[in-house]
């Protein structure tokens, strides 16, 4: 037994069953075998790597099954990571994927370096972010199911003269129109009490949200990014619960990378080309980011809204939100006035808001901001 040597672990995860292979120090990789995901099967593993070797390094990719059995590993003393599957080196012309051949490309991948990790978040936040995801979803949910109404009465020629974004006359016209036909009429309701059931179930969501938020260990960086323009409740809670600890980021270019707003690049030589962003990492933090550099296409200004949610903040985080805000709107005119397309220029702004994000959620975390319950009525 090589005790001083460290043991290299590969664990090909599934829903019923894990594939194990290991490769003690430089040696050969060797397959352990298949084992099941119960915390009975998932200890005797355990007691199995801990006779072979003092450290013991354990890599799985992320996927669908979460990150309990990181916890698990990491309760036990092991060194675990969870990798980025994308990020994976792969053999070109490679055609045959087994969970044998993922297990041994795992444990040689680790060996050498070659793997990146993904942030695995506390329970808690974990638990703040499945909350805010759900309420993500119900709101696209609503999204569809009023799409799916005005798609069924265009399909039958009816048509709103107002605009029909779903005010108090738009809801009332549609409440006292009817079919001739028994069947197109059941049908209309259906999708009218379907809308109903969404929209309650926003606004229950949004409820839990807004009130787990003041007891959430990141509701000073809720509150200073709510003192951006373009940053309100729904996409300050969006960004911090999919990005979590920013301090993990220790600059605003890591952040930029791992939102997916920065260009891509083939270069070689003396030539040096620079594409599209390459739109890695989170796609809805990289969703809420563009949406809010949107707003920046406008002159700088702080409207009545901004300053009502100014109110409690800590004068240098207002003043670096004006500073952003005074950067972000002159840059946006500048590309416009280059003959950048908006959609570029825009883009380009997101990925200075970014920097701008981390900064402040950084200030608005060492700076002791009191918790009111505005944002609860926001």
Same mark, same amino acid.
């Given at each position: 037994?090589?005790?001083?040597?460290?043991?290299?672990?590969?664990?090909?995860?599934?829903?019923?069953?894990?594939?194990?292979?290991?490769?003690?120090?430089?040696? #050969?990789?060797?397959? +352990?075998?298949?084992?099941?995901?119960?915390? =009975?099967? /998932?200890?005797?593993?355990?007691?199995?790597? %801990?006779?072979?070797?003092?450290?013991?390094?354990?890599?799985?990719?992320?996927?669908?099954?979460?990150?309990?059995?990181?916890?698990?590993?990491?309760?036990?003393? @092991?060194?675990?990571?969870?990798?980025?599957?994308?990020?994976?080196?792969?053999?070109?012309?490679?055609?045959?994927?087994?969970?044998?051949?993922?297990?041994?490309? +795992?444990?040689?991948?680790?060996?050498?370096?070659?793997?990146?990790?993904?942030?695995?978040?506390?329970? #808690?936040?974990?638990?703040?972010?499945?909350?805010?995801?759900?309420?993500?979803?119900?709101?696209?949910?609503?999204?569809?199911?009023? %799409?799916?109404?005005?798609?069924?009465?265009?399909? *039958?020629?009816?048509?709103?003269?107002?605009?029909?974004?779903?005010?108090?006359?738009?809801?009332?016209? +549609?409440?006292? *129109?009817? @079919?001739?036909?028994?069947?197109?009429? @059941?049908?209309? #309701?259906?999708?009218?009490?379907?809308?109903?059931?969404?929209?309650?179930?926003?606004?229950?969501?949004?409820?839990?949200?807004?009130?787990?938020?003041?007891?959430?260990?990141?509701?000073?960086?809720?509150?200073?990014? %709510?003192?951006?323009?373009?940053? %309100? @409740? =729904?996409?300050?809670?969006?960004?911090?619960?999919?990005?979590?600890?920013?301090?993990?980021?220790?600059?605003?270019?890591?952040?930029?990378?791992?939102?997916g707003v920065t260009p891509s690049e083939h270069s070689s030589g003396n030539k040096r080309r620079q594409g599209s962003i390459t739109k890695n990492g989170?796609?809805?933090?990289?969703?809420? +980011?563009?949406?809010?550099?949107?707003?920046?296409?406008?002159?700088?200004?702080?409207?009545?809204?901004?300053?009502?949610?100014?109110?409690?903040?800590?004068?240098? /985080?207002?003043?670096?939100?004006?500073?952003?805000?005074?950067?972000?709107?002159?840059?946006?005119?500048?590309?416009?006035?280059?003959?950048?397309?908006?959609?570029?220029?825009? &883009?380009?702004?997101?990925?200075?808001?970014?920097?701008? &994000?981390?900064?402040?959620?950084?200030?608005?975390?060492?700076?002791? /901001?009191?918790?009111?319950?505005?944002?609860?009525?926001?």
């Amino acid at each position: 037994m090589e005790n001083d040597s460290t043991l290299y672990v590969g664990l090909d995860v599934h829903k019923d069953s894990i594939t194990v292979a290991y490769a003690l120090g430089t040696g #050969e990789v060797e397959l +352990l075998g298949k084992i099941g995901t119960t915390k =009975t099967d /998932i200890d005797r593993l355990c007691k199995r790597l %801990q006779s072979k070797a003092r450290r013991v390094c354990i890599v799985y990719e992320a996927g669908p099954c979460g990150y309990g059995l990181y916890r698990q590993l990491t309760e036990r003393g @092991f060194d675990c990571m969870v990798c980025a599957p994308s990020l994976i080196p792969k053999k070109p012309g490679e055609r045959v994927k087994t969970d044998r051949r993922d297990a041994i490309k +795992l444990v040689r991948a680790l060996r050498a370096g070659d793997l990146s990790a993904v942030y695995v978040p506390g329970v #808690e936040d974990e638990a703040f972010r499945d909350l805010a995801r759900a309420w993500a979803a119900a709101k696209d949910d609503l999204k569809q199911a009023r %799409q799916r109404l005005k798609s069924f009465l265009l399909l *039958h020629g009816v048509r709103y003269t107002g605009s029909a974004n779903w005010g108090p006359a738009h809801q009332r016209w +549609l409440s006292t *129109h009817s @079919f001739a036909n028994e069947w197109q009429q @059941f049908a209309f #309701e259906e999708h009218r009490r379907t809308i109903e059931d969404r929209l309650t179930q926003c606004e229950r969501l949004e409820k839990a949200l807004r009130e787990a938020a003041v007891n959430w260990r990141f509701y000073p960086a809720i509150l200073g990014l %709510q003192a951006m323009r373009g940053i %309100q @409740f =729904t996409t300050a809670v969006g960004m911090i619960a999919e990005l979590g600890n920013l301090s993990r980021f220790e600059h605003p270019r890591p952040l930029m990378a791992w939102l997916g707003v920065t260009p891509s690049e083939h270069s070689s030589g003396n030539k040096r080309r620079q594409g599209s962003i390459t739109k890695n990492g989170n796609s809805y933090a990289r969703k809420l +980011l563009v949406e809010a550099a949107w707003s920046y296409r406008h002159l700088a200004r702080v409207s009545p809204e901004i300053q009502r949610r100014h109110e409690g903040i800590p004068k240098p /985080i207002v003043d670096r939100a004006w500073d952003a805000q005074v950067r972000l709107c002159r840059r946006y005119r500048k590309l416009v006035a280059r003959g950048k397309d908006r959609n570029i220029a825009v &883009i380009a702004v997101a990925r200075e808001l970014s920097g701008f &994000i981390w900064d402040i959620s950084q200030l608005a975390m060492s700076l002791a /901001i009191p918790t009111p319950n505005k944002v609860l009525t926001a």
